[in-house]
């Protein structure tokens, strides 16, 4: 997993402005690995626990695994808040999951998942180091919750997508794994590690407020590109300005679950 820092403020805004998953997700998990309340779950690369807290209320015990021990500290204390207490948190990245099997035991796990983070992964060497972790009939579910909200063709993203270009000197094209091209090179990684894949779409609109959107874009920058604190005012305003006369901003949200049975 390549680490940025997406430590300090960046952690908190994270926390504060990452979009959930929807429930249907973990009723896909549930049904596509018979995940129940006697399972365990890992969640690699889980950020604040986006996906880990949910899947807690699923299963036994969820570990959440980040490098980043600052988004691991909110996912903790987001936990704590909620009462959660059968979620564990472990600082490490897709490089440690080989040493997982000593800790965890082998064939334990009933999902491993990855939401958002592949794109960070070595998937070639993670893919088969999973096997050994999970129980027959578990498995990997690749969860991408939607392309960046700068990437898509309405007004108001248009917009925003070319001013943060402006401001970051460099066009904005990458898509977190969310493209096709992608998603195919995660299925045939997948595959070539002799897990059986399928995949499910959910699709849904949400309306965000300027708030979520300045939120939602400082999140998403590491802490060496977030705007110094004298900044941020000309920087929202300049913002506000391109983007609000094409309010409403109501954003389509494409969550695809790509996953890969053990059998």
Request: hydrophobic residues 40%; proline residues 6%; contains cysteine.
């Amino acid at each position: 997993m390549t680490i940025l820092k997406f430590s300090g403020e960046v952690a908190e805004l994270y926390q504060r402005f990452r979009r959930g998953y929807p429930a249907e997700v973990f009723d896909v998990l549930a049904a596509e690995f018979g995940l129940g309340a006697e399972d365990a779950a890992l969640d690699l690369g889980c950020g604040t626990g986006q996906l880990t807290l949910p899947l807690a209320a699923r299963t036994r015990s969820v570990v959440g695994m980040d490098p980043e021990p600052d988004m691991l500290a909110q996912a903790r204390k987001a936990a704590a808040d909620r009462g959660i207490t059968n979620a564990n948190w472990l600082v490490g990245a897709d490089a440690d999951v080989p040493a997982l099997e000593s800790l965890l035991g082998r064939e334990k796990l009933g999902v491993v998942t990855i939401g958002q983070a592949l794109h960070w992964m070595d998937r070639t060497t993670l893919f088969p180091a999973l096997r050994s972790l999970l129980r027959p009939g578990g498995g990997v579910a690749v969860i991408t919750n939607g392309t960046p909200m700068w990437l898509h063709d309405d007004a108001w993203s248009k917009a925003l997508r070319e001013y943060l270009s402006g401001w970051l000197g460099q066009p904005l094209v990458r898509t977190c794994g969310a493209e096709q091209e992608e998603q195919d090179r995660y299925r045939e990684g997948l595959e070539a590690a002799g897990f059986t894949t399928g995949e499910t779409v959910i699709e849904y609109e949400d309306e965000i407020d300027l708030e979520y959107v300045i939120g939602s874009v400082y999140s998403a920058m590491p802490e060496d590109l977030l705007p110094k604190p004298d900044e941020r005012a000309g920087f929202e305003e300049r913002l506000s300005v391109v983007v609000s006369p094409h309010a409403p901003f109501v954003e389509p949200v494409r969550v695809r679950i790509l996953t890969g049975g053990k059998g």
